[in-house]
Structures are given as structure tokens and as C-alpha cells.
């Protein structure tokens, strides 16, 4: 349902210290977000506060409604030392005789960087005999999220900045905000999220990040160039009927964590990785 990308996950277990490696103590430092108190957007528990570390009980908890079905992770070593962290969890419900399908993902930054979850999405389906009205969906994503930036494109958008969701001077109500999400999205609300240079609308970059490898040195030049510290985004699928819902995409992108994470990260294991090389000999003097 999603693209993961290059990253191998296995069943979840407990981590296991591997052999190799060597011990280091890594003194995390908290990344910069878009979110913040209590504007902290959340999909089904897990937000960009949440570390890799803590994230398996959010899921556990949300799949005790799906049996059988059970949590993947992803984690690799901290350079060449024997820390392992997690990078990435999800789980998949693939399409049954009773369910539609379901997944969810969440990506996380090093220890360094406070093993922080910066990307955050969840694909849900709808039974064909329970799928919701898009005005019932609408009503119930305003009510957790607020009023949204945009909508349109078959999305519900909300796009932050300096703390707080940004406006484009659109109000919505539940007739016109149902009509804007069947219809593309405005050109003049599309243009009012450029930069001041005419780039770096956040319609643009959830796109073209959503289509990308999740790894932070894959995302960060698109963190950098969007006209936004995050976003949340819910895209609705039409269902049987053009007015009912067959499927909802949940977006979380902390794009102010990507950037601020990645520099925190790359100092993290150029540090480490020169402490590796002096405590290791490069060779012994000859005998004379």
C-alpha cells in the first residue's frame, strides 16, 4: 500500500546487542519539529514526538482490534558501534474475505537525534457494506485535526508554520468543504503557499515525498525547500458511490525535524566514526 523504500524489516523482537561493534555512549540531542505543546497532530497515537524505542506498544495497542496481524521493525547499528536503534515499524493487513486492507508506517532519525519519528502514514479501507459518507469522513477529520489550510484534490490539508496551522484566508463549511474536496484544488490557494519567490508550496513537496525513499538523506532537500515546518495530509478515495469512501491515505510530515535531524545525525556519526579510528592501531612498527 505504501512505498517503503530500501529498508528491511523483520518481525518484531527484542533487540538483540550484536557481537561486533563497540561500546559508545551517544548523548542525544532533541531535533527542532514543527510541532510543539499542544499542537501536536497525531495519527491513531503516534506523532513526530514519538521515538522508534516506544512506538511498539502504540501499535500493539491499536492491532488488538485486527488478530493475527503483527508489528515489522527495521533497525540497523549506530555507525560501527554495537548501539542498535529502530528506524522504521510497520504493519499490513493485506485485503481479506472480511477486511479491505490496512497498513501503517512510521520513520524514525538515529539516537542521536533522539530517535524521533519524522514521517507517519496510515492507509485505511472501508468494507464495501460500511463505507462512511465523505461528509461524515470531512466532519471527522476537522473534529481531530481543526479546520484545515486547504482541501481540495480529494485532500484535507493542514500545513504548519512558526507553530501554529498556516491560513490562506479559506473558511469552509461542511456543503463547500465537501464540494472543494471533489473538486481540484484552487490555483489561487495553491499560489498563496509559494514562498516569497514563488516555490516551496507543501501541496508540491507531499507529493514528491510521499513518492521518495523515507531515509533522511532522501527527504531533506525537500524539507529544506517546502514553504512549511509539516503537515498532516488525509486524502479520500471516492467508494461505491461518488459520496462514500472506499479508502483514506493519513499523512504526518515533520519536515522541520527531517532537516534539523539529518545535520544532528551527520555530525552524530562523523563524531563517532573518528572516535572509531583513533582507539583503532593503523599498524605496528616494523622490527629492525
Partial sequence: MFRYGLVAFLALSPIAVPAAGWAYDIKPKV???????????????????????????????????LPGVKPETAQQKFGGTNVTYVTAMKFTLL?????????????????????????????????????????????RVTAK?????????????????????????QKYT????????????????????????????????????????????????????????????????PGITPDRVSKAEFTLIDFKQIASATKIDADAFAAEKNEALNKTPLGNAPKL
Wanted: charged share 20%; proline share 7%; hydrophobic share 40%.
Fill in 174 to 237: 461542511p456543503a463547500t468543504a465537501l464540494e472543494a474536496l471533489n473538486a481540484p484544488i484552487n490555483p489561487k490557494i495553491a499560489v498563496a503557499l509559494n514562498d516569497a519567490n514563488g516555490r516551496g508550496s507543501c501541496v508540491a513537496e507531499l507529493k514528491r515525498v510521499q513518492a521518495l525513499e523515507k531515509t533522511l538523506d532522501k527527504l531533506v532537500t525537500e524539507a529544506k525547500a517546502a514553504n512549511c515546518d509539516g503537515l498532516v495530509s488525509v486524502e479520500i478515495f
Fill in 31 to 65: 531535533p527542532e519539529s514543527a510541532f510543539s505543546g499542544k499542537l501536536q497532530p497525531d495519527i491513531v497515537g503516534l506523532s513526530s514526538n514519538t521515538e522508534g524505542s516506544k512506538a511498539a506498544p502504540i501499535f500493539e495497542s491499536y492491532l488488538k482490534d
Fill in 95 to 139: 485485503p481479506t474475505s472480511t477486511h479491505p486492507g490496512e497498513s501503517m508506517i512510521a520513520v524514525f532519525s538515529s539516537p542521536a537525534s533522539a530517535n524521533r519519528a519524522y514521517y507517519i502514514a496510515r492507509m485505511l479501507g472501508f468494507a464495501t457494506n460500511k463505507q462512511p459518507l465523505k461528509s461524515e469522513m470531512i466532519e
Fill in 145 to 169: 485535526y481543526g479546520a484545515p489550510t486547504a482541501i481540495g484534490d480529494g485532500r484535507l490539508y493542514y500545513f504548519y508554520k512558526a507553530g501554529k496551522i498556516m491560513s490562506v484566508k
